[in-house]
């Protein structure tokens, strides 16, 4: 059974980085994507980016190049997503999920539980 | 990018009547539209992708329509745990989007 474990909730101060990590397992780690979405309060989904398992490629959305970092240990089927230069605007839960399909197809099939990640001075 | 968007925000429906819950593209997402269930305090859940296929573990009264850039998810009679947030998301282009939600409240 696939199962997606994030880490616990974090607060950090305006300018600081924050590293959430998504521990999968019940599937072979690297035939699928992992992806990031985060959800600010009472707002939509926001897409961040996904990371080739395999490979350990990185597609980054747009609004989050150079600002966002996503890494995997294949040895510990775990993904990262480090975000920096925190703002109040970056205060939302964030999500990893499985890529769930192969090549330019980004349906997620599995979540993680979420993390909570506050920004506040 | 493709803007999604839901309509209505909120809806609201007695239990066990049907719900019609609308999402329209910017542009022709041609099938590539998802539609995911989201409860209070709760991670997303798949419900539909393809526009119309049921993912793993979905009941029936769930059911999915549309091409182009207008879909629509039907939910046939609401049980009690149906009545949360819907949301869509296109997967046609990069990057991916997703609609703003619509909650489906007890009339």
């Known amino acids: 059974q696939v199962h997606l474990v994030q880490s616990g909730a974090e607060v950090q101060k305006p300018g600081a980085s924050v590293k959430v990590s998504c521990k999968a397992s019940g599937y072979t780690f690297n035939t699928y994507g992992i992806t990031w979405v985060r959800q600010a309060p009472g707002q939509g989904l926001e897409w961040m980016g996904w990371?080739?398992?395999?490979?350990?490629?990185?597609y980054y959305e747009q609004k989050f190049q150079g600002r966002v970092t996503m890494t995997r240990d294949t040895s510990t089927t775990t993904a990262y997503m480090e975000l920096r230069s925190l703002t109040s605007d970056d205060a939302a839960v964030y999500y990893c999920?499985?890529?769930?399909?192969?090549?330019?197809?980004?349906?997620?099939?599995?979540w993680g539980q979420g993390t909570l990640v506050t920004v506040s001075s | 990018e493709i803007v999604m968007t839901q309509s209505p925000a909120t809806l609201s429906v007695s239990p066990g009547e049907r719900a019609t819950l609308s999402c329209r593209a910017s542009q022709s997402v041609s099938s590539n539209l998802a539609w995911y269930q989201q409860r209070p305090g709760q991670a997303p859940r798949l419900l539909i992708y393809?526009?119309?296929t049921r993912a793993t573990g979905i009941p029936a009264r769930f059911s999915g329509s549309g091409s182009g850039t207008e879909f629509t998810l039907t939910i046939s009679s609401l049980q009690s745990e149906d009545f949360v947030i819907y949301s869509c998301?296109?997967?046609?282009?990069?990057?991916?989007?997703f609609g703003q939600g619509t909650k489906v409240e007890i009339k």
């Open positions: 990371i080739n398992t395999d490979s350990g490629k990185t």
């Open positions: 393809g526009a119309s």
């Open positions: 999920a499985r890529k769930g399909c192969t090549g330019d197809c980004y349906i997620l099939d599995y």
């Open positions: 998301q296109q997967y046609s282009n990069w990057p991916p989007t």
